[in-house]
């Protein structure tokens, strides 16, 4: 075992799917925040066990090929960008290998067919939606940002690099009005405080501005001086909501909005879909990878005008809408009301007739669905981290489909359901990766199964 508090010289040889560095030192695991493989640093040791232990980074001795200056001075500190030191191609190899990696040994797949990933060309500001946290530190100052790592603490910042730079105007002027208002800030620990979130949203294309100021109570003092500071700084701004959260909880949104100011909505397009989304829509944050993540499942689906497709956890219907321009007929599920009202707005915009729209939990929906004798000859997946549910898999299964196109935001949950449907009678074909969240350790890809003959 290695003794605590004291430091040590460390050759880092790997990279963790957290971010975190996995060093050696004489022949002794240790992991290291802030490495890069191939980096010598000196870590001072944190936590000791029997088989590994925890360092913190003191000095690099010698470093690594692949580390370069991350553009942000807070890289490091806030829990953001865990990456952003090392250089982006190598970015792009770690996470496609930690995706080939989770295959092989989760999914049980010998040789997966993975294509070469397909990164940015500019791999910052790049995000068309943020959420800072406030908070009053132990000076009695406001400060506006995003957690440190690993805490609840806010640390502020001048420029985000993978936000959209019109945040920073933003934030200025809710600065400039919680001071002249004397607004309360809320605390979490304590439950008290008005002011809970700042959610920004900005349509890509459209260049349209949603300022989302979420509250515990109702009251929002001179929220007229807000929308007129507002207009008056922020170039596109087209709607001002106001958001009740008065739960105790880390959900950020509440269900209810006021609108302050516009019609509560923002519009973007995608390809030549145009897609309307409010403060609770779910809606890709990175537009320009989105249009290609989505061209890669339509490639996949290679679907025409005789054949019917389910969308399982469709959101606001962005994929449907998309599929629904080449398919006969497509069958959208979700369990989110809100989505699934902006979903039916959206094919009514794009005037789209043959994209139905169904609320509630796949895990239900999709069984009765078959049992009311419904069939689909593509089922499209995007399910949250946690996968699938395996009525799920087994349903569509069930309905004996030629093809699944499966997009997953977590290798683990993908190899895990890819191998619950090797069981079901689906054999994967490939996989493309796409990185929709550079200098992070997200992972986002797709996936086409089909039916063994």
């Given at each position: 075992m290695l003794k605590k508090d004291e430091i040590y010289e460390i050759q880092i040889v790997d990279m963790g799917n957290k971010g975190e560095a996995i060093g050696k030192t004489d022949g002794f695991t240790v992991f290291v925040d802030g490495a890069v493989k191939g980096d010598l640093v000196k870590g001072r040791i944190t936590l000791s066990k029997k088989n590994y232990a925890v360092a913190d980074l003191v000095e690099i001795v010698t470093p690594s090929e692949d580390r370069v200056t991350p553009r942000c001075e807070l890289s490091g500190i806030c829990g953001g960008c865990q990456i952003m030191h090392m250089d982006y191609k190598k970015q792009l190899e770690m996470k496609s290998d930690q995706l080939r990696q989770s295959l092989v040994r989760i999914g049980k797949i010998e040789n997966p067919n993975l294509l070469p990933i397909i990164g940015m060309e500019d791999p910052y500001n790049y995000r068309n939606k943020a959420q800072f946290p406030l908070e009053i530190d132990s000076k009695g100052n406001l400060q506006i940002?995003?957690?440190?790592?690993?805490?609840h603490n806010v640390i502020p910042?001048?420029?985000?690099?993978?936000?959209?730079?019109?945040?920073?105007?933003i934030l200025k002027v809710v600065k400039?009005?919680?001071a002249k208002n004397e607004i309360t800030i809320y605390d979490e620990k304590t439950n008290e405080g008005n002011i809970k979130r700042i959610v920004t949203k900005v349509g890509f294309k459209t260049g349209?501005?949603?300022?989302?100021?979420?509250?515990?109570?109702?009251?929002l003092k001179n929220n007229d001086q807000l929308v007129s500071m507002l207009k008056k700084e922020v170039p596109g701004l087209t709607t001002v909501v106001q958001n009740i959260n008065s739960k105790q909880t880390n959900v950020i949104l509440g269900h209810k909005n006021f609108v302050l100011y516009g019609t509560g909505t923002i519009t973007d397009k995608l390809h030549d879909l145009v897609f309307e989304i409010s403060p609770n829509s779910f809606y890709q944050v990175n537009p320009v990878q989105t249009d290609v993540l989505y061209s890669k499942a339509l490639e996949f689906a290679d679907i025409d005008s005789t054949k019917t497709v389910v969308d399982v956890?469709?959101?606001?219907?962005?994929?449907?809408?998309?599929?629904?321009?080449?398919a006969k007929k497509v069958i959208g599920?979700?369990?989110?009301?809100?989505s699934i009202e902006d979903a039916k707005r959206n094919a009514e915009i794009n005037k789209l007739s043959n994209a139905e729209f169904l609320c509630g939990k796949a895990e239900e929906v999709l069984p009765k669905l078959y049992e009311e004798g419904i069939r689909a000859d593509v089922v499209v997946v995007d399910p949250p981290r946690k996968g699938c549910?395996?009525?799920v898999l087994k349903t569509i299964a069930e309905m004996n489909v030629e093809k699944i196109v499966y997009i997953s935001c977590n290798p683990s949950t993908l190899a895990r359901d890819i191998e619950i449907l090797s069981h079901h009678g689906y054999k994967m074909e490939?996989?493309?990766?796409?990185?929709?969240f550079p200098h992070s350790m997200h992972i986002e890809s797709v996936t086409l199964l089909v039916k063994k003959v």
């Open positions: 940002g995003f957690y440190k790592k690993f805490s910042f001048d420029t985000c690099h993978i936000q959209d730079p019109i945040n920073d105007k400039e009005y919680i349209e501005v949603m300022v989302v100021i979420v509250t515990k109570g109702k009251i956890y469709c959101g606001i219907g962005t994929i449907s809408l998309f599929l629904a321009q080449k599920i979700e369990v989110l009301e809100e549910e395996e009525i490939k996989v493309q990766g796409v990185d929709m």
